[in-house]
Nanobody
Framework: QVQLVESGGGLVQPGGSLRLSCVASGSTISIYGMGWYRQAPGKQRELVAK???????NYVDSVKGRFTISRDDAKNTVYLQMNSLKPEDTAVYYCHADATIAGGYKYDYWGQGTQVTVSS
């Protein structure tokens, strides 16, 4: 079992910055990848950024150069630093974890979501 608790969302002006945090608890040793997804009204949920156990990262093209995903293993926390925010970044952002479970099966976990609104 893995639990994910997110924080850091809010209202920010275009060009501003936010840092999202996701604290994982439970069987955190089983996590091999963590990421951030977002879903805007009327749109499908999309992967924004992911960081794997080997520290490799992936970003959706629209955020490359502006967003940075990072991890602090000592704090069981993954971050999403969002700079140069644009109105089109407005969405509910969800923390996500990929983990192994008993028997070698894989399972995924989701945070509750945090609202990011970019508006002047």
């Amino acid at each position: 079992q893995v639990q994910l608790v997110e924080s850091g969302g809010g209202l920010v002006q275009p060009g501003g910055s936010l840092r999202l945090s996701c604290v994982a608890s439970g069987s955190t040793i089983s996590i091999y990848g963590m990421g951030w997804y977002r879903q805007a009204p009327g749109k499908q949920r999309e992967l924004v950024a992911k960081i794997m156990y080997d520290d490799s990262t992936n970003y959706v093209d629209s955020v490359k150069g502006r967003f940075t995903i990072s991890r602090d293993d000592a704090k069981n926390t993954v971050y999403l630093q969002m700079n140069s925010l644009k109105p089109e970044d407005t969405a509910v952002y969800y923390c996500h974890a990929d983990a192994t479970i008993a028997g070698g099966y894989k399972y995924d976990y989701w945070g509750q979501g945090t609202q990011v609104t970019v508006s002047s």
